[in-house]
């Protein structure tokens, strides 16, 4: 076996192949590789990203064991490195809160850190170290279930270009300091926060996701904003602060986005957007709005609709739309205002490049009916529009059917598939 | 053939065509754009004007064999089309990919040579792919790299982070023998022999190792340690002594590298400090390799010591091979964290079951 005459075949790769290669392994796999031979001995130790997860131990009953040779190997792993690293990504749920924790962001701060996860298990959650905030390279940031506090002194991240806070608890007027102060900031992703009040003001955002009890939020300076996606979680009592509350909250959200080419709105976001809403033409065009997914939109309530009219008729654009309904036959026991549709509605728009439309979760309620037959008598461009009924009506569907086929189109290739799973 | 004729054709006859000279001196033509894919011979051309005839041909690097330059040449000239679409590209790239590891190390180092991003990109993902997973023996196989490093050196603990319960037992092992020698060197004048001098041979060792031991009790607390130890046969017990020692001069053969190892500071030669420790692999490693007063004989032949050598391997092996399974019976059977002990010869006694399915190596 021992065949002298054969070359080593891959030692002799140029340094940057092996880490290419090293990189690509599970670091566990890569971490092994030191006893290959004496030239991979230290090959692994300048790798620049590390990326540990549940899979670096092997698995067995004992969840302080586990725990414990978790934190021994990330440890030693980090001990043995030499050279800078740029990607640190943890996911475990194993640890939640332990001191190690510390040490490694130390280590990591001093180690010109670039884009940092941190995904720990549930229980209690880690506080984030002080030295966390001395990062001062890092361009990508992602926390999960952790607790977060600025010092007083900080002066934001200079280059941080992602931000990522999943269930974190930091107080609200750290987030909006945080996320002005950094001046560079395109992506940002907020999720699960309890109760919060947000005013955004970030001048390079173009990507936002919002998911969480949110009470009040304004994008107050976000010019460049390319897509969006809200998912707001109402309870009562901030339903209730909505009724009362006398500010535009279409204005407050999507007054200041002429950029905007997204815009995905969850649960709830119509009916946001429908507070404080005044009648009468919107001043503002979205040019580059092509993709308009709302879901959850209740179509018993007038307001949601008038909102729902407002976005696609200010988006000559719009090529694709998604709507999702979530109304109640049975709550519909008064006649609802079909006068609307023949007086009010706006008669001139054309959507010159709608393509594609997706209703689902749909009742045959008669408002859906009469949104259906508005966009396809409006689209003469429409390829393709696809109905969902929603599974609870079981009996309605026929009639549904026999409403569609009166409609008129006023596209001639207009497909219409009636999606029964 | 008319004016017309002539310039319908001509078009396709103009394809300007690049010469390449490869490290064995073969000059060959190829089409322009397909060779500009490469960074690097598009940079020869464009700087240095080189590649428009054979005399100024453009010289790739030593490591771009002929055989290569085709299979880089296949690969560029697919890709260079604007067209295709990416699952078209990705389903190539899968086919393109499949060939011996020996050929794919060659591409990657080629491809590297000229630059061309994607292909070592493919290449080392494809090499990562058929590393991942493998234990090292067989990545050794596959690649021909050579078992240059001792197995002290493998088992270094800091060194070797893998944090293998394996290997801290070994560690042990060699940490508890060095120690006994050193103690051993200090004591040598002083003599105390407590059980009987061994008269067997070498072989009779060996085979003892290797397959006699029938002491199969498995598991064992610490307290039961010593009286267990006490009804061996005591025979039996100055043989274990005799390989102990021999596998400690060994160790001290392999050239301690004067490393200093935690285990150095845990190990102690009593049974009950070692049941003190926490993790369970730690303990599972029996202790009986300490003796206390047994004085042996410092000369061992080198036959003998050939033997050890390949003994401390096995048992290495050994442990390496069939460790899962132990651990896995360990941990159902020693839920309450109690320590557990076994025989330390090679052949332990939890391996009785699987003996027979034991390939030795």
Known sequence: MEDTEVRDLISDLPQSIMESILSRLPIRDAVSSSILSTKWRYRWTTLTHLVFDDNCVKGCNDRALLEGNLISFITRTLFLHQGPIHKFQLSTSYLQCCPEIDQWLLFLSRSGIKELVLELGDGEWFRIPSCLFNCKKLTRLELCRCEFEPPPSFKGFLYLKSLNLYQVLVGPEAIESLISSCPVLENLSLSYFDSLALTVRAPNLKYLCLEGEFTDICLENTPQLLAMSVAMYMTEDTAEHFEQSSSCNFMKFLGGVPLLERLIGHIYFTKYLSVGNRPGKLQITYSHLRVIELYQVSFEDMKEILVVLRLITNAPSLTELKISGSSHTSAATEAPDLAFWAKECPKDCTFKQLKCVTMTDMSGVPHEMEFIK?????????????????VYVMDCRMNMLIELLKFRRASGQAEILFVQE | ??????????????????????????????????????????????????????????????????????????????????????????????????????????????????????????????????????????????????????????????????????????????????????????????????????????????????????????????????????????????????????????????????????????????????????????????????????????????????????????????????????????????????????SSNGNGSLRKKRRDLMVEK
Not at chain 2, 80 to 101: A, L, Y
């Open chain 2, 1 to 342: 053939m008319s004016e017309v004729d002539m310039a319908v054709i001509k078009p396709e006859m103009m394809k300007s065509y690049i010469w390449l000279q490869t490290a064995d001196g073969s000059i060959q033509q190829v089409e322009q754009e397909v060779a500009m894919f490469c960074p690097m011979i598009c940079h020869e051309i464009m700087q240095k004007g080189l590649g428009s005839s054979k005399n100024y041909a453009i010289s790739l690097p030593q490591r771009v064999s002929p055989a290569m330059l085709s299979l880089i040449l296949d690969y560029c000239r697919f890709h260079q089309v604007p067209g295709r679409s990416n699952k078209e590209r990705k389903c190539f790239d899968e086919k393109f990919i499949r060939m011996d590891t020996k050929r794919l190390c060659e591409l990657t180092s080629a491809a590297d040579s000229l630059q061309l991003k994607p292909l070592v990109d493919l290449t080392s993902r494809a090499l990562a792919r058929i590393i991942e997973g493998k234990t090292p023996e067989e990545i050794r196989e596959i690649f021909h790299l050579p078992d240059d490093l001792t197995e002290e050196e493998k088992l270094e603990p800091l060194k070797n982070t893998t944090d293998d319960p394996r290997i801290r037992l070994l560690n042990r092992l060699y940490a508890k023998k060095r120690k006994e020698l050193k103690e051993r060197q200090k004591k040598k004048s002083v003599e105390v022999e407590d059980g009987c001098v061994d008269e067997r041979s070498v072989d009779d060792l060996l085979s003892f190792i290797n397959g006699e031991n029938a002491d199969s009790k498995g598991v064992r607390t610490s307290k039961n340690k010593k009286k267990n130890r006490r009804r061996r046969d005591p025979q039996k017990r100055a043989s274990i002594d005799q390989v102990a020692e021999s596998h400690k001069k060994d160790s001290n053969g392999l050239g301690c590298l004067g490393h200093t190892t935690g285990g150095d500071n845990e190990s102690h030669s009593t049974l009950s400090e070692t049941s003190k420790l926490q993790d369970i692999e730690d303990d599972i490693f029996d202790q009986k390799v300490e003796f206390d007063d047994v004085d042996i004989d410092d000369e061992i032949d080198p036959a003998l010591k050939e033997e050890i050598d390949r003994e401390v391997e096995d048992f290495a092996r050994r442990l390496n091979s069939d460790w899962p399974e132990r651990m896995q019976e360990l941990l159902s059977l020693g839920q309450d964290r109690s320590p557990v002990h076994f």
């Open chain 1, 374 to 390: 508005f966009l396809l008598a409006n689209s003469p461009v429409l390829e393709e529009m696809s109905i969902s009924p929603c």
